[in-house]
């Protein structure tokens, strides 16, 4: 896997307590860790809510079969009398 060096700013006391917590040789191995799992939070998160929505889709197009069903049964019985 290929590396590349970023720069970005987080608060003070989140670097103090990296430098006290993770020793320096694997500061880069912690934080990128720490940024995978988040993401991969975030991107269940993201599934789960699309999963979710297609079910809702799914239900409300089944609800509308059945009672487009239920309708022409209706009609069919109604001919019938």
């Known amino acids: 896997m290929s590396a590349v060096k970023v720069g970005f700013t ?3 006391e989140l670097e103090e307590r990296l430098r006290r917590s993770v020793e320096a040789r694997q500061r880069s191995q912690f934080v990128a860790g720490a940024i ?5 939070a975030v991107e269940r998160q993201r599934l789960e809510a699309e999963l979710e ?3 809702q ?3 409300e197009e089944h609800r509308r079969i059945v009672l487009a069903a239920l309708d022409a049964q209706s009609t069919v019985a109604l001919r019938g009398r």
């Open 10 to 12: 987080i608060p003070r």
């Open 36 to 40: 995978r799992d988040k993401l991969e």
């Open 53 to 55: 929505a297609g079910y």
């Open 57 to 59: 889709e799914m239900a």
